[in-house]
């Protein structure tokens, strides 16, 4: 059996993990900084010291490792190539087009399987629940700054044909998805109302900060520069704020619409909500997956589709990865 080392690399810091076949050997975070603002070759140096850091934690030797996994923000090709204009979050154009995969690889001397960072923790959230080797199907969304999908179908994560399967945040809502309003949404894709124009913090505050805030004339968040006031939206809710509510109820509705989409699709047997926007308490993740269920209409028979928030969520990615790495080896 064959150990894998699994690596998220995000806009500041690299996370990573170790999988024995079994269990994941590394229980807290374990970081280093990504450099990715300075570059492939510093960002690609900072790799390989978090892969002999993760050796040195763990114990293990080079000649243990049977493969690394890594993942990144996309988007990406199926074979890791990152898109044209390199992940948004880089801050580098060298990036544009620029093969991680193979480049570490190459570094390493170590076979590299590669995921989006979406995709990664999808497949340790079905992992988590289902086990490696389950024949079951499910549907992430990952809500950050976007929103990332990932679907795992009999236990595989779906790549597609080029790898970019389940970007579902670009996926278009019906245009009823809120049983009230018509509220006007352009995402960065250049899409009108698509999922992530309504679900990820940017379309908070390109959207839905612009249509709500002008109904709450008093509303402390008047003034503030757009982004800085989306950010202050979640907390503003976890206490009470009606605006803020609203708001969260908005994304509720656009992601049971969108999730109605996937039940006809997959009739999948889990749903996992994840990411940055639902690192929240337990009180408003509660409220945030009720408000998902009521908004969805079932058919009769598909009543009681779990829906779950994506465990661990900051070490999700790097447990993906190691996942899919052990899966890419079996093949
Ligand atoms: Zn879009």
Known sequence: MAFTIGLDLGGNTINLTGYDGERFLVQEMVEIPARVTEGPDACLGQLEAAFEKALDYLGWTRDQVGAVGLDTPGPATATGVLCHEGPANFGNPSWGGFDIRGALEERLGLPVAYLNDANAAALYAHW????????????????????????????????????????????????????????PALCNCGQKSDLESIASLTGIEKNLLPFFLPRYPDHPLHGLPAKEAAKKVRGLAEEGDPMALEIFRTQTYAI??????????????????????????????????????????????????????????????ARGSALYALQTLRL
């Open 128 to 183: 988590s629940v289902f086990g490696p080797d389950a024949d079951k199907t499910s549907v992430s969304l990952i809500i950050g700054t976007g929103l990332g999908g990932g679907i795992v179908a009999g236990g595989r994560m779906v790549v597609g044909r080029v790898g970019f399967a389940a970007e579902l945040g670009h996926a278009k809502l019906p245009c009823d998805w809120h049983p009230e309003l018509s509220i």
């Open 256 to 317: 049971a619409a969108h999730l109605e989409l996937m039940i006809n699709a997959l009739d999948p047997d889990a749903v996992f909500i994840g990411g940055g926007g639902v690192e929240a308490s337990e009180a408003f993740r509660a409220r945030y997956l009720d408000g998902i269920q009521s908004a969805i209409h079932y058919r009769e028979d598909q009543r009681g589709l779990p829906i779950h928030i994506v465990p661990d969520g900051d070490r999700a990615g």
